[in-house]
């Protein structure tokens, strides 16, 4: 059989623990039987971060301005336990942080759906995308615990200062920043994502507490969209509006979804992982970074799964969830199959989608989504890791040899 060529190397990127064994299965078993893989591989396990001081991120993100499009394993963020486990020099910072603030942009996440598995809120009928401002806010934020108490001040490049509190004894004391540039660029590409998904876009953030904060948010959303994209909108009858925080909850939790929610960094992480378990389970979620450039990097939406590598470096049998990996690999190689115009690219990352969902619906699984399931006639097989790989590639090549 002929390989599928690729024009251009995918930006490669390896993680950690389970996921990382999972990475190379995925490779083994549904990529490179099918795939001539081109990729420009950098390896951010954290014994190489450690081995590089951490230089690999940065290159790594460098790497996505280059070619466009990268692809990422879970990695670990480490911790006063994780030095001590991995005989770290320092704790490093995580390299999702590292490299979202290199490339900037807006985190989309979307519930892979699958027939059999409902989702929690009954009247969900279609996926909730979620769109995560990635720079800012309390992630980039300064914090100091002080002590002794007494007045805390912030100073502006124009010499004045602004009293933050005068603590009567011991607190806390947290600042943020975030910058026109990216929200603005966060707002172009939520803009852009509705048009590309037709969809319409809600935006909520808590703009009646924070009167300056939050609300540079909101007018900045409303000028660019009323300058920038409401003819687009309107011609392809899709909407965007504004909402507090807390009516958007109230409004998603009653709504039959099949529409974009942005939200600022912190909400967006909280929602996500919300949205996540309602639908199903984190392990079903795609996740792609896209840069105001037009820069894309897919990854899951879930850790390194360390319960599931302990057991597996001990040799027993683990069941792990490789959907939302294998949805940022075949994210990423549509993506490359687009710009390259490599039609037998994209094919290939929709059949590898269909694949999967169909072994799933079909009743086979790993273990996390048996409680799940339930469809007449169908009778549910818990499959291990890497049985569950196996049968993906049977109905992959169905889809590719046989049903042509
Ligand atoms: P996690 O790896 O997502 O796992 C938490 C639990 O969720 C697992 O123990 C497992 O539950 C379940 N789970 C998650 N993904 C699953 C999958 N694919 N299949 C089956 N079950 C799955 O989160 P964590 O334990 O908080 O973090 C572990 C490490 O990952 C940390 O070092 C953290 O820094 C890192 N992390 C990385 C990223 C990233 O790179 N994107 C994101 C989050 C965390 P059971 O144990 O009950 O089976
Ligand atoms: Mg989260």
Request: glycine letters at 6%; aromatic letters at 12%.
């Amino acid at each position: 059989m002929l390989k599928i060529q690729m024009k251009t190397p995918l930006v490669e990127i390896d993680g950690d623990e389970m996921t990382r064994i999972i990475w190379d299965k995925i490779k083994k078993i549904l990529l490179n039987p099918y795939i001539d893989l081109k990729t420009d591989y950098y390896d951010l396990g954290i014994e190489n971060r450690e081995i590089t001081k951490d230089i690999v991120t940065k290159q790594a993100a460098e790497a996505i301005k280059k070619y466009g499009v990268g692809v990422k394993c879970a990695t670990i963020t480490p911790n006063a336990e994780r030095v001590k486990e991995y005989s770290l020099s320092q704790m490093w910072k995580s390299p999702n942080g590292t490299i979202r603030s290199i490339l900037d942009g807006t985190v989309f996440r979307a519930p892979i759906m699958i027939d059999g598995i409902k989702p929690i809120i009954p009247c969900w009928q279609q996926p909730i995308i979620i769109a995560r401002h990635a720079y800012g806010d309390v992630y980039s934020g300064v914090e100091k615990y002080v002590p002794e108490g007494g007045k805390v001040y912030l100073k502006f490049p124009d010499g004045s200062e602004l009293l933050v509190k005068e603590l009567s004894s011991s607190g806390v004391i947290q600042a943020m920043h975030n910058s026109d540039a990216s929200i603005k660029s966060f707002a172009r590409s939520c803009f852009n994502f509705a048009l590309d998904k037709k969809m319409d876009i809600w935006f909520s953030a808590k703009d009646t507490i924070s009167k300056i904060y939050d609300h540079r948010f909101k007018d900045i959303f409303e000028e660019i969209f009323s300058t920038e994209f409401k003819e687009a909108f309107s011609e392809l009858n899709i909407n965007y509006f504004y909402t507090l925080i807390d009516d958007a909850i109230a409004r998603v939790i009653r709504s039959k979804g099949g529409f974009i929610w942005a939200c600022k960094n912190y909400d967006g992480d909280v929602m996500s992982d919300m949205l996540a378990t309602a639908f199903g389970s984190l392990a079903m979620m795609t996740s792609v970074l896209v840069s105001p450039e037009g820069y894309y990097e897919f990854e899951a939406a879930h850790g390194t799964v360390t319960r599931h590598y302990y057991n597996y470096i001990k040799g027993m049998e683990t069941s792990t969830n490789s959907v939302a990996t294998i949805f940022a690999w075949s994210g990423s190689l549509r993506k490359r199959g687009q710009l390259d115009n490599n039609n037998t690219l994209i094919d290939f990352a929709s059949k590898l989608e269909n694949a999967t969902i169909e072994t799933i619906s079909s009743g086979y699984m790993t273990k996390d989504l048996v409680p799940l399931f339930s469809k007449d006639d169908i009778k549910v097989v818990s499959l291990n890791t890497i049985d569950f790989l196996y049968k993906v590639q049977e109905n992959l090549n169905k889809a590719l040899f046989v049903m042509k």
